[in-house]
Each structure stands twice: as C-alpha cells, then as structure tokens.
C-alpha cells in the first residue's frame, strides 16, 4: 500500500489517499493564487510513489520538475514554516513532448484515430458538414484506404465530391458547399500548425506509463505555442487522448494506487462551446475512466468553467483564492463554497476571497471515498524547480531519453493520398490512349487474358475505378463473416459513444 500523500497543512496534516487518487481532483482558483505549484506537488508526490503523470505546460514554468529544487528562498521559507524538518531538493524523471517537435518528442496520432466526431468539433463543422465528413471516414474504411495525415483526409474529401453520384444511393447526397467548407477548414488548422499533429509514428500510450528506478515517470507536453495558435488542437487533443486511454486500457477496478494521472490545465477550453450531449459523454468518460486506473484532475481558474455534471465526479478539491469583482465572479465564490463538505469552524464563502498565495481551501476523501471536512491550508511546497529552464537543460533531458530518435523520425507510407492520385494518372492515361480503328480488332496483347480480367481493377463508364471480380469476391465475403459473427470495432470512445465510424 502506497504512503498517503501531505499535501497541506491545516489546523491537521491534509492527506490524499492514493487509493482515492483514481476518483478525480479540481484545482481551481485566480491567476496567481499558486495553482501551478499545487500541480507540481501533487505531481511529484505521485512521481514519487511510482505513478506516471502527463500534464500539459501552457505557461513554461512546469519545466523545472526536471531539477532539483529547494534553493528558492521562498520555497525553503514555507517548508520551515509548516515544520518539514527533511525538505531537500529532488528531480523528477521527466520525458518532454511538443505537438510541433521543438520542445521534446514529437507527439501525434492519425487522423483515423482521431475520427470524425472530434475533427469535426476541431474543424467547427455543422451538422450537414459533419454527415459528409462522416460519409468520407466510412468510404475510406470501406475502400480500404488509410487516413494518416491533413494529404490523405483532403484527397479522400476531394475524392468523395468529384465521385458523389456514385456514392449518392448508397451514403446519401455530397454537396459541393459542404466539401468545399471542410476543405477550408482543413487548410485552415493547417496554416496553425496542426499538420504536424497528424501523422506517423502515432503516440504509443505505453510510452506515457512508465517507471524510472521506481519514480512514475512526468510526461510534459510542451503546450505554450500550442496554446497561443490553436487553443481547440490543444483540448481536443487531450480529450482525444483521454478517451484513448479509456478506449485501451483494460478494466483493473479500484487499484491501491493509480496507473496514471492526467492533469488537464486551462479546463475551460474543453467545455467551451460545447454541445450539451457531447458534454454529458464527457461526463460519462470522466466517471468510467477510474475504473482503468486514472485520475483526472482538472486545473482552472473557475469551477463554473467545468459542467456540473462533471464537477460532480471531482472528489478530491483544492480550492485556491477567487476575486469578486463581478456578478459573475461572485457567483462562482457562491457556487465553490457550496460543493465543500462544510466547517462549522468556517465560512467558507468569506475565506474563500481571503486567501493568500499558496493557501487553499481543501477537501480530500476518506477511506471511504467520503469527502472530507473542507479545511484551510497553506499547499506542501514542491521538491523539484519552480520555474523553467534553460534550453541546454532542455535539450540534455530529451537527447538522453530512452525515447530518444524514435518519434523524431517521421514515416510516410502509402495512405489515401498517394492512392488516389495513382487512380488519377491511370484514368488520365486510359483517357489519353488513342481508340482502336473502326472496324478492327483490338492488337491480341490489348486483350485482357482471364486472370487480368478476374484481379485487375477496371475503369467504369464515368471514371470510377472498379474493383477487380476477385476483390470484389473478397469484400463480399469478408463482409458476409464480419455480419455473421457480429463484430463491429468501434473508432473511440467518443466514436463509440457517437456513432463514430469503424477503426482499422
């Protein structure tokens, strides 16, 4: 059984069971408060009990994890305060990682993985969009055609439209204006970067679960460009990333200790602009992803930026300063006071505006999974760096990575677009070769022989290429087993969820 975590120090020590890790956390409060150190704390705590962590670093300063800290001033003047009489600095093993490969490992996923559900809220597409891009996924599925980057989705939508009287009985009518929309929306998230985000070597989630001499490794995702050009890649990519791990990781129950924790920085941006039914999947990821083993903790300056209905499965709170200076903001004290078991000794509406930076109101659950009495405290300081670090350091830390070299290596094999554009020049040539003289035969060479005629693909009378009689025998049968032993394998979660297309 892991040692309960200390997290801070009230009228009593404020324990964080590990075995309650699993059931979720908040850490809330205004800019400047000390949230990011709450984070670094509770994060190298975990680190330090073998629990691998991914956090997001959308300000640069949680870099520091990586070095020994315990030289500021301040952080060695609270540790004496709260009477830590063994405080002494301690790195983290830390495996960076950027979406745009400057900052540590390149990270990416295909756009099959991604699906259609959550690129089509990345691309803010309405619902006729979303049906046509529906329709894409299921034909390049169908058609045995890989969607791997930004190229491949584009061809295959292009294909779709110049094809759509072909496709128009069987997945219903492909407008031109609809095409055309999501091939704008496409060229705009490549023009922020997100091409690089899709593509091959795909992150392998094992790589995100692992130990070093015992310590959980931290993953860092390098988030702070991210951040600035695209704010939606970034959300969607955790949330891609969350139901990935729901999606893949098999049913262990209530551990001792978590597998994972996942701390989701800037919160709001997930739930901005968010359908309500999408909302309430999320709600539903959020409540069944404990039982693989990870916890969630959501990190925002307002509880009233995360849904009810997924506040409600945050068991674990840490409540830091809030400032009413608007209706608003006064709402949000209200409504934070209000989700804390309460303290006859407090009123927590009141402290709530009264804290100082590095005081919190905080809530953990018992043994029992019962919250416990909300309490005012002053949050352990981190034993690594607070801050970031310079790039020598940074670089140091992902050359000598065991991952070192293998993400960095891009691969493009052949997918949907270079497929499609092979199709392309075949029509173009069979439209190019000049017709046999009237009232001759073919040369005999031209002829098919049988087994041509019975496994090459041919041209059908308006450009669409065919599939061979022995493919099409294949796909007829494939398809009668796959009916038979109703299988069905489902593109995500959310996909799932959805109605999302089929993985290959």
């Known amino acids: 059984m892991s040692d309960p975590i200390l997290i801070a120090q009230g009228e009593e020590p404020i324990y964080l069971l590990p075995k309650m890790a699993n059931r979720h956390g908040l850490i809330a409060g205004a800019t400047g408060t000390g949230k990011t150190v709450t984070l670094q704390t509770l994060a190298e705590n975990f680190s330090a009990r073998g629990i691998?962590?991914?956090?997001?670093?959308?300000?640069?300063d949680l870099a520091g994890m990586c070095q020994a800290g315990g030289n500021n001033p301040k952080i060695a003047a609270r540790a004496e305060e709260l009477g830590i009489s063994d405080f002494k600095g301690e790195a983290?093993?830390?495996?960076?990682?950027?979406?745009?490969?400057?900052?540590?490992?390149?990270?990416?996923?295909?756009?099959?993985?991604?699906?259609?559900?959550?690129?089509?809220?990345?691309?803010?597409?309405?619902?006729?969009?979303?049906?046509?891009?529906?329709?894409?996924?299921?034909?390049?599925?169908?058609g045995g055609l890989l969607l791997l980057d930004l190229k491949d989705l584009r061809s295959m939508v292009q294909y779709v439209a110049d094809n759509a009287g072909q496709f128009k009985t069987q997945y219903g009518n492909v407008s031109a204006a609809s095409a055309g929309a999501i091939q704008r929306s496409l060229l705009e998230l490549e023009t922020q970067g997100a091409n690089k985000f899709f593509g091959e070597p795909a992150l392998n989630l094992d790589d995100l679960i692992q130990t070093q001499s015992g310590r959980g490794v931290v993953n860092i995702l390098a988030a702070e460009k991210l951040m600035q050009q695209s704010p939606k890649v970034y959300a969607t990519f955790l949330l891609w990333l969350l139901s990935e791990l729901f999606e893949r990781l098999p049913e262990i129950g209530d551990p001792e200790k978590p597998k994972l924790?996942?701390?989701?920085?800037?919160?709001?941006?997930?739930?901005?602009?968010?359908?309500?039914?999408?909302?309430?999947?999320?709600?539903?990821?959020?409540?069944?992803?404990?039982?693989?083993?990870?916890?969630?903790?959501?990190?925002?300056?307002?509880?009233?930026?995360?849904?009810?209905?997924?506040?409600?499965?945050?068991?674990?709170?840490?409540?830091?300063?809030?400032?009413?200076?608007?209706?608003?903001?006064?709402?949000?004290?209200?409504?934070?006071?209000?989700?804390?078991?309460?303290?006859?000794?407090?009123?927590?509406?009141t402290v709530i505006t009264e804290l100082g930076v590095g005081e919190a109101l905080v809530s953990m659950l018992d043994d029992e999974g019962k919250p416990g009495i909300v309490d005012r405290a002053k949050i352990l300081p981190p034993r690594s760096q607070v801050?970031?670090?310079?790039?020598?350091?940074?670089?140091?830390?992902?050359?000598?990575?065991?991952?070192?070299?293998?993400?960095?290596?891009?691969?493009?094999?052949?997918?949907?677009?270079?497929?499609?554009?092979?199709?392309?020049?075949?029509?173009?040539?069979?439209?190019?070769?000049?017709?046999?003289?009237?009232?001759?035969l073919a040369p005999e060479a031209s002829k098919p022989s049988f087994i041509e005629s019975v496994f090459k693909p041919t041209i059908g009378p308006r450009g669409g290429v065919r599939d061979s009689m022995a493919t099409s025998m294949m796909k007829s049968a494939a398809r009668a087993a796959s009916s038979q032993m109703g299988r069905q394998i489902v593109r995500g979660l959310l996909g799932s969820f959805l109605g999302g297309g089929s993985r290959r």
Not at 52 to 60: I, T
Not at 272 to 293: F, H, N, T, W, Y
Not at 295 to 321: E, K, T
Not at 423 to 430: G, I
């Open 261 to 349: 924790v996942f701390f989701f920085d800037e919160a709001h941006l997930l739930f901005d602009d968010l359908d309500p039914a999408v909302a309430q999947k999320i709600e539903q990821m959020v409540r069944l992803i404990r039982s693989k083993g990870i916890g969630v903790y959501f990190v925002s300056q307002n509880p009233l930026d995360i849904p009810d209905v997924v506040l409600g499965q945050l068991g674990n709170r840490v409540q830091h300063a809030l400032r009413a200076f608007t209706p608003r903001d006064q709402k949000a004290v209200t409504a934070a006071a209000q989700t804390f078991r309460q303290n006859p000794r407090l009123k927590v509406e």
């Open 92 to 142: 983290c093993p830390v495996v960076f990682w950027d979406v745009f490969g400057e900052n540590g490992h390149p990270v990416r996923a295909t756009v099959s993985e991604m699906g259609p559900l959550l690129l089509g809220r990345l691309l803010s597409l309405n619902d006729t969009q979303e049906g046509v891009l529906n329709m894409v996924f299921r034909i390049a599925d169908e």
């Open 52 to 60: 691998p962590v991914f956090m997001a670093d959308v300000k640069g």
């Open 387 to 440: 801050g970031a670090i310079d790039p020598e350091q940074r670089k140091q830390i992902i050359g000598s990575s065991i991952l070192a070299g293998h993400y960095e290596k891009a691969v493009d094999r052949e997918s949907a677009h270079e497929i499609l554009q092979a199709r392309a020049k075949e029509k173009a040539a069979s439209a190019s070769a000049p017709p046999a003289a009237s009232g001759t």
